[in-house]
């Protein structure tokens, strides 16, 4: 399972990971790094960062890219760094220490720590003030299926990116947190955060459908309210900002 997927799936409830109550309790979980390497193909395509068991591997991955999934962040929500934090891509395998399998829960943690370790990264966070898109419930109340059972939190799409036809996007044990996260990455959205003030704590079980295409935001917001009871609004509100301290190229190993 790839981390992208991971975010996609487990949402913006990955991106409080680290402030979730019980982490401090935990014994902290490590990789013991293998490799690190620049990739200097010149390729613009990168594999993503697999999970399997207890080995991550990354092919061509930007600094930047290793961020976002480290930090559960949007790319407008980073700041600051060297001048090659999107430009330089990198190889990477890891493991941890005992060959314990990764927990997807402890995997945004472990990875921070790697990036800490091996390309000394520093970060703060700011509240900036940004425009956002609200998730709140529509006045005729929400039109979604509660999960029953173990809720799958699994998340997946079709023609998302196209520029005519009908998108799609099909929730299975889903939260409220996990479709604003995967609404702000629509392309209509990039750039804005959407935040979830629904009020609905449950898990459920949902397709949508809008048009693809120039007219995909209006077209989403609409189905948003006519398919599953939610309405998106834009307004200005403080947002997390993860601020690039430092950052250096790791030595190679």
Known sequence: MSIKQLCLFLGTTAVFFAAMPGFAQHAEKTFEITSVRENLSGLDRDSGVNLSGSRISATNLSLRTLILQAYGVLDFQVTGGPNWLSTARFDLQATTENGEPIAPADLPLMLQRLLADRFHLTVHHESREMKAYVLVVDKGGPKLHETSGTPEKSMSGTNQRGTTGTATMTGSGVDMP??????????????????????????????????????????????????????????????????????????EN
């Open 178 to 251: 996990a479709l604003a996260y995967r609404i702000a990455q629509q392309q209509a959205f990039r750039g804005s955060m959407v935040l979830n003030k629904t009020g609905l704590n449950g898990y459920y079980d949902f397709t949508l459908q809008w048009e693809a295409g120039e007219n995909a935001g209006p077209s989403l917001i609409t189905a948003l309210r006519e398919q599953l009871g939610l309405k998106l609004s834009s307004e200005k509100t403080p947002v997390d900002v993860l601020v690039i301290d430092r950052a250096e190229k790791p030595s």
